[in-house]
């Protein structure tokens, strides 16, 4: 790695340690995002429709929200400022808020508007039908008012605009918010055809198809002199800073008013899900920028933080944590901490994948090993492994062990094809882990009882279950010290 380029990972890592020092506005549309979750194994004899049978249902923040959430997960302190209704996916939107650590006081609760709410059904990995309940309509006039009195006077380190086009982020209120902002970034995710409309603004983030409305032409996204000569019209129409357009699996382009366009190619992993792709990106985008970065060290930060989202079924929230190993690690890099393992279980269950946990020390790596975790995969899609610490080793095995430090004990089952997941825990038993991951299926070796497993209680209360796998006779990690202990003896 050239100097050039650890410093740049450096300025970029540094830069995420500042999130939590800085104060955000998210103004825009706020939607309720449902997901209901279930196995498909017949059509319905009613109509030609799959039947889902449903094991779970989820309610996440969505639209604005979701940004506030992710600017939120990062740290930051964020006030939302929106309207809802006065119904039961309000009630629900504002709670996921309270969890989330937003500040709602700019959420205007109309009677006479419905939440906007989305529903999605999965089956397995695919997402069989969306229901939307919204209501498009302008805000009128006092209840802008109402957001803006209660947001404040004080500016903000920045402010986020993401318009979905259900109505709140009408001519006047971009204008006072643009106004109210100063000179603090104001970052815009821009649902109109005409972009003028956000003028005050510092820059939008358009999607290529929103670029190709607004600019009237076809692109093509591997042509970015083209992508760059139909978005600086628009910049200069609309008295911009800069543009930054979304690509997808092409990455972003950033187009500033004055100077050559940038690309930022994304990361190559696999995409489970582009939604909130964009909320994520934008919310890293401007924390980067009022954080102090330049401008293509922001959009690289926030296509690292849109690579992670896509590699998540749904809306979630990315933490710096992600970004960090996204930057500075392999994409499919197995060995994941707590927090990493638990965000990509809830992307595994929304895909429908039957997670099989299993736990142990897994000091000097054997055959019995191998055949327990090859057993255990085969109960289910998605196998993860959780290991003792050193720490926590020496406390069960005594002071000696293990003989196999962590990382490298880690490393080695990462290596493995039935394993898609290791995780480290510090404390005598995986019970916090299992908490985290709550998987459908929790295996030991068939010389435990049902009774005598840690964690039996979390699984079946979330409809799982225990499954003891035989063990090969005579093959243990204590039988292989003992022969070393005697070879050594004997040479």
């Not at 400022?81 to 009630?91: E, K, Q």
């Amino acid at each position: 790695m050239s100097e050039f380029a650890q410093t740049d990972l450096a300025t970029l890592l540094s830069a995420l340690d500042r999130y939590a020092s800085l104060t955000v506005w998210v103004v825009g549309d706020l939607m309720l995002d449902e997901y209901v979750m279930g196995a498909v194994d017949r059509v319905s004899p009613e109509a030609p429709v799959p039947v889902v049978r449903v094991r779970e249902t989820e309610h996440r923040l969505g639209g604005a929200a979701n940004v506030a959430r992710q600017v939120a997960a990062l740290g930051a302190k964020v006030s939302l400022a929106g309207t809802i209704g006065t119904d039961a996916a309000g009630d629900d939107l504002l709670r996921l808020c309270v969890t989330c650590r937003i500040d709602t006081r700019g959420v205007v609760r109309a009677a006479q508007r419905r939440t906007t709410r989305k529903l999605r059904v999965l089956g397995h990995s695919q997402q069989l039908l969306r229901m939307d309940w919204e209501d498009c309509t302008p805000c009128d006039a006092a209840v802008c008012a109402q957001m803006l009195a209660a947001l404040g006077t004080e500016a903000p380190d920045a402010v986020i605009l993401s318009d979905y086009a259900k109505g709140v982020l009408t001519p006047q209120i971009i204008a006072a918010i643009t106004q109210r902002a100063g000179k603090v970034p104001v970052v815009v995710d821009p649902k109109s055809r005409d972009f003028t409309r956000y003028r005050g603004a510092t820059t939008i983030t358009p999607n290529l198809r929103e670029l190709e409305t607004a600019s009237g032409k076809s692109l093509d996204p591997t042509h970015t002199d083209a992508v760059a000569a139909a978005a600086r019209p628009l910049i200069a129409a609309a008295g911009l800073s800069s543009m930054v357009v979304t690509l997808s699996e092409h990455g972003m382009l950033v187009v500033p008013a004055d100077g050559a366009p940038i690309a930022v190619p994304a990361s190559r992993r696999e995409v489970f899900d582009v939604t909130g792709a964009g909320d994520t990106a934008i919310a890293v985008l401007t924390l980067s920028l009022a954080a102090g970065t330049s401008l293509p060290a922001a959009a690289r930060l926030a296509n690292a933080a849109a690579g992670v989202s896509v590699g998540q079924v749904g809306a979630v929230a990315v933490d710096a944590d992600s970004i960090r190993s996204e930057l500075t690690a392999s994409p499919d890099a197995k060995v994941l901490s707590r927090a990493e393992l638990a965000a990509r279980a809830v992307s595994w269950r929304l895909a429908g994948k039957r997670i099989v946990f299993t736990n142990g020390c897994y000091d000097l790596l054997h055959a019995g090993h191998l055949s327990l975790l090859h057993g255990a995969a085969k109960l289910g899609d998605i196998l993860v492994l959780a290991i003792n610490s050193d720490a926590s080793v020496r406390r069960l095995k005594g002071p000696e062990r293990p003989l196999v430090p962590q990382a490298e004990r880690a490393a080695l089952l990462a290596a493995l094809a039935c394993v898609d997941a290791v995780t480290v825990f510090d404390e005598d038993t995986p019970l916090a882990t299992i908490e985290a991951v709550r998987p459908h299926v929790l295996v030991k070796g068939a010389d435990y009882k049902a009774d005598q497993v840690v964690g039996r209680e979390v699984v079946e209360a979330n409809g799982g279950r225990v499954a003891l796998v035989p063990l090969l006779p005579q093959k243990s990690t204590s039988a292989l010290v003992e022969r070393i202990k005697g070879l050594a003896k004997d040479p």
